[in-house]
């Protein structure tokens, strides 16, 4: 007898903990389990495939300068490392390549994130790993021009966090004794709190600070987030935090793993002024760190009259000192005072500042770039209306980009005005003048003009080298240069080399599409060129088409197509038209964007780009994809926000035969009542009958902002679904929408709101645009299968809602064992529980903590769901990915670490599944290790 899908019935004892006055009562409940057979899963394609992609390198990425005039840098979507050194290019490392030092291991696709140089060239990066029967591993390493030495790794306990484990990390810096500051994400909560750690290569990692541990001079305030804004060369590492209670929410420190110091708060005293600190923007890259232990801050004034804003140092051995205010004479040949704007660029271990600032109407210029230190007067680098050198009627205009070094040299970009060039590179410094290093459409040394609007990223060294990016208009490509004082300027890397021989096959592990009968996935040579590609979903490795790809030319506005980005997921539709997002070089606008799609019947089309006129009046600029899950409907339809070249912004909604209309624009008339639309604070999504659910925020008259959940389509205005201030469930009164929504095709939304004055303070609700809203679950009512918990909060990411009306959602539980799971609910049926922390599961071994996590959950009209387990307990913790089916049947679909049918590989790390458009299967994608395939992409059928 066939037994595949006939449900095994299991029982499990789950303990329950309830605590009464004085006694501990340990309660166990039996909970039945059901499980079908695990499905038989099938490769789609690998790596080992006959793939349709070049050997061209694709678009470079990072790029470390190092004082030797070494680059290091990352390309084709960060999946390979390489090292340019006098003319010769060298891999360092590559996606599918073993990590060095780990045999047998696989390396994913971003190697290098966060890529970070010290001053005798030494590179730490954080490389993505994979390793037979462990968890995905992520690690910071410091490559020292031979070899990759490992300063943490995940899997390890972290120090100081009392037996958690490193997860993930981000935001290396180095110092020349090689020493990271780095942040750290840990477990076993698999999106868990990020600490910040310090180490290095010959030195065990040592913990500087977690949340929650008290935030010195903040009042007993508590750390709440980390941003890691630099380390010297003595050790000492400065940040900013978030903090919680106490006396600010923001605070600036500089600190080691023995000793912090408070350098700045929101609300300190802000010397040199009548006033306070105010703002403290919680973004590292306005932050400097010097050799000295000294950090330099722009922030701003509150209660300084007409002091509003300037500039401090500070090392938190006492208050900082002022460097400026914007009510400060310039004390310089422009006259007059400093004004607004204020931005640190830079600071060096002379003790100069390199900032920005628009001095008042008293001056000449009305924007400059100056050097400026606590002792001596300010110099200027640059104003605006000084001539540009190295053109010929051009004047400086604003400053895009600007770079400072320890000798003084100044490195910026300029916007510029009067002449036929746009924008330029130029070096300088407080005392010379500037000379041209790139201007826009100037000779490359590898033919074509420079375009510069479109790449304003750049590195500067200690002798005042200056590598940057640009675009190369003409042959329309993408490269790296270098340019040396009285040496001038060469290529480093452009989209026209060829990949040094060797580079693998790649499959891209990002989130696949299908249709019924298709596969859609993105492929390409490791460090070269983006492809999408297309194959039938029944031909195993073969009949394998490259759709769409970059460099090819960009119809309906010429020049080619760059910067695919596979991390927005793989679009196609039933009718198997797919749709990309890219960078336009070399059209008829410059710098320009785009979405585009291909079908059978008529190949490559445009569906709106930079330039385009816009429904309702004005030309497009900016074109980006809006959803956070993009999709391309039944109709070939794709919902993107775009801003005009006059200011204002909108959601649009357009097809390559059909047109794009209008949803919604700033300055539309409020669905809400009296007012005006302005911003779309909100998350945005569609369905396949062309309906977009989007949040916006409305002023009316006082002023007054509410924000509100509508619906509208290309051919209707949106409806208000909810607003803030409506009654909600409980008596209570709306007071925030959560960012997250869904929509089905019956245009019912599901999501999440706040509620005060009631008897919950948070619901999740589903209704359609100008109708009734019903509560599928509020916090405080009772959680199905937790042995009588509550939920306590709910996570607007995972909604998912499909057809018939059924909400699937995340929550955490309170007053139960269980802290959370997933449930299944509706508007006329209770939340029933799906999966749960502690529940048994098929394949082994019980859910361990389950929090809530971006992309990891699926629902289909049926009711069956999918679910990626990232903590198990009672089995190797592994990742795994159960199906529900729609009465709760649990089936194993894959865990990591068994093997991959049709490969000979084992799965590594399999990515979350997502349905095919006719729902009638899942697809995911997977790292593969012990054996002949590194990546591939498998189906449940």
């Keep these: 007898m066939n037994t595949r899908n006939k449900p095994v019935m299991r029982k499990t004892r789950l303990a329950l903990v309830t605590l009464i006055p004085s006694l501990i009562l340990v309660l166990v409940a039996t909970v039945p389990h059901t499980y079908a057979d695990k499905p038989t899963t099938t490769a789609l394609v690998t790596d080992k495939a006959n793939l349709p992609v070049g050997s061209q390198f694709g678009v470079p990425d990072q790029i470390a300068l190092t004082n030797s005039g070494n680059v290091y840098f990352t390309s084709g979507a960060e999946t390979a490392l390489f090292r340019w050194s006098g003319g010769t290019r060298t891999r360092l490392l590559q996606a599918g390549d073993p990590q060095p030092g780990f045999p047998g291991s696989v390396t994913e696709d971003f190697v290098a994130a966060n890529l970070t140089v010290n001053s005798v060239g030494r590179t730490a990066m954080v490389n993505f790993f994979i390793q037979k ?247 200027v680098a640059y104003a605006r209306g000084q001539s540009a050198p190295g053109g010929t009627t051009e004047l400086f205009d604003f400053t895009s980009a600007a770079l400072l070094n320890d000798a003084g040299n100044v490195a910026f970009l300029s916007s510029l005005t009067g002449g036929p060039s746009a924008m330029g590179w130029f070096l300088g410094s407080g005392t010379a003048a500037p000379t041209n290093v790139a201007l826009e459409g100037q000779a490359t040394p590898i033919g074509g003009v420079y375009g510069l609007r479109g790449r304003q990223n750049g590195r500067l060294n200690s002798t005042g080298q200056v590598a940057f990016f640009a675009d190369v208009i003409g042959p329309n490509q993408i490269g790296v240069f270098l340019f040396t004082p009285s040496g001038g300027t060469v290529s480093v890397v452009n989209t026209a080399d060829t990949l040094p021989a060797g580079a693998n096959s790649f499959v891209n592990a990002s989130i696949p599409g299908a249709s019924q009968d298709q596969l859609a996935f993105y492929a390409q040579k490791a460090g070269g060129r983006v492809n999408l590609c297309t194959k039938p979903l029944h031909s195993g490795n073969s009949g394998i088409t490259r759709r769409i790809g970059e460099g090819d030319p960009a119809p309906g506005i010429g020049g080619a197509l760059w910067d695919m980005s596979p991390g927005f997921g793989t679009l196609i539709n039933s009718p198997n038209e797919v749709a990309i997002a890219a960078g336009v070089i070399g059209g008829s606008q410059y710098p320009a964007g785009g979405i585009f799609s291909h079908n059978a019947s008529n190949g490559l089309q445009k569906i709106a780009a930079t330039g385009d006129p816009a429904p309702g009046g004005g030309f497009f600029n900016g074109v980006f994809l809006a959803e956070s899950r993009p999709r391309i409907n039944s109709q070939g339809q794709v919902v993107f926000f775009a801003d005009s070249f006059t200011g204002d912004f909108g959601i649009f909604i357009g097809s390559a035969t059909g047109g794009v209309q209008n949803v919604v624009r700033s300055g539309d008339p409020s669905p809400i009542g009296p007012g005006t639309i302005v911003d779309f604070p909100l998350d945005v999504e569609s369905n396949d009958v062309g309906q977009v ?65 009631g008897t919950t303070p948070a619901a999740v609700l589903i209704g359609p645009a100008g109708g009734a809203q019903s509560t599928v679950a509020q916090v405080n009512d009772p959680a199905a299968g937790t042995g009588g918990g509550t939920f306590a909060s709910f996570d607007d990411q995972t909604i998912e809602v499909n057809n018939p009306g059924q909400v699937a959602f995340f929550a955490s539980i309170a007053g139960s064992i269980v802290t959370g799971g997933h449930f299944l609910g509706s508007a006329s049926a209770a939340p029933a529980a799906r999966l749960m922390e502690g529940q048994a599961l098929p394949g082994g071994g019980s859910a361990g903590v389950i929090t809530h996590f971006f992309g990891i959950m699926t629902l289909i009209d049926s009711g069956q ?30 865990t990591d670490g068994q093997k991959a049918a049709g490969t000979g590989s084992t799965f590594g790390e399999s990515v979350a599944a997502v349905p095919s458009t006719t729902q009638d299967r899942l697809v995911f994608s997977a790292v593969l290790v012990d054996g002949p395939a590194k990546f591939g992409i498998f189906s449940d059928k």
Excluded at 870 to 877: D, K, R, S, V
């Design 133 to 379: 029967g462990v968890r995905p591993s992520r690690g910071v390493f410091v490559y020292d021009g031979t070899s990759f030495n490992k300063v943490a790794l995940s899997g390890e306990v972290a120090p100081g966090s009392g037996g958690n484990t490193y997860r993930t990390f981000n935001q290396t810096q180095i110092n020349d004794s090689d020493q990271v500051a780095f942040r750290g994400r840990l477990e076993p909560a698999a999106i868990g709190p990020l600490g910040l750690f310090f180490g290095s290569p010959t030195s065990a990692a040592a913990k500087i600070a977690l949340p929650g541990e008290t935030a010195p001079g903040t009042g007993g305030g508590a750390f709440l987030t980390f941003q890691v804004i630099g380390i010297n060369n003595s050790g000492q590492v400065a940040w900013i935090s978030n903090i919680t209670g106490g006396t600010t929410p923001r605070a600036l420190f500089v600190g080691t793993p023995s000793s912090i110091s408070k350098v700045a708060a929101i609300g300190d005293p802000a010397p040199g002024t009548a006033g306070t600190f105010a703002g403290l923007p919680n973004n590292p890259v306005l932050y400097f760190l010097n050799g000295n232990g000294d950090l330099a801050f722009a922030t701003g004034v509150a209660g300084g009259g007409a002091t509003t804003n300037g500039i401090w140092i500070g090392n938190g051995s006492g208050p900082p000192s002022k460097l400026m205010v914007n009510t400060d004479p310039t004390a310089t040949a422009l006259g007059g005072n400093f004004g607004g704007g204020i931005r640190v660029r830079g600071f060096n271990s002379a003790g100069k500042v390199l900032f920005q600032s628009n001095p008042d109407s008293g001056a000449s210029s009305s924007h400059a770039l100056f050097l400026k230190d606590l002792a001596n007067p300010a110099q």
């Design 693 to 757: 659910a989007l949040g916006i925020t409305v002023q009316s008259p006082g002023p007054v902002f509410t924000n509100a959940l509508v619906v509208g389509s290309g051919t209707s205005a949106p409806v208000k679904v909810i607003a803030e201030g409506d009654p909600g469930p409980g008596g209570g009164t709306v007071s925030g929408l959560h960012a997250f929504m869904k929509i089905n095709n019956a245009g019912h939304v599901a999501y999440v709101v706040d509620l005060t004055g």
């Design 865 to 894: 769901m999918s679910v990626q387990v990232l903590n198990i307990t009672g089995a190797p913790n592994l990742f795994r990915q159960v199906i529900i089916g729609p009465t709760g049947v649990l089936s194993e679909l894959v």
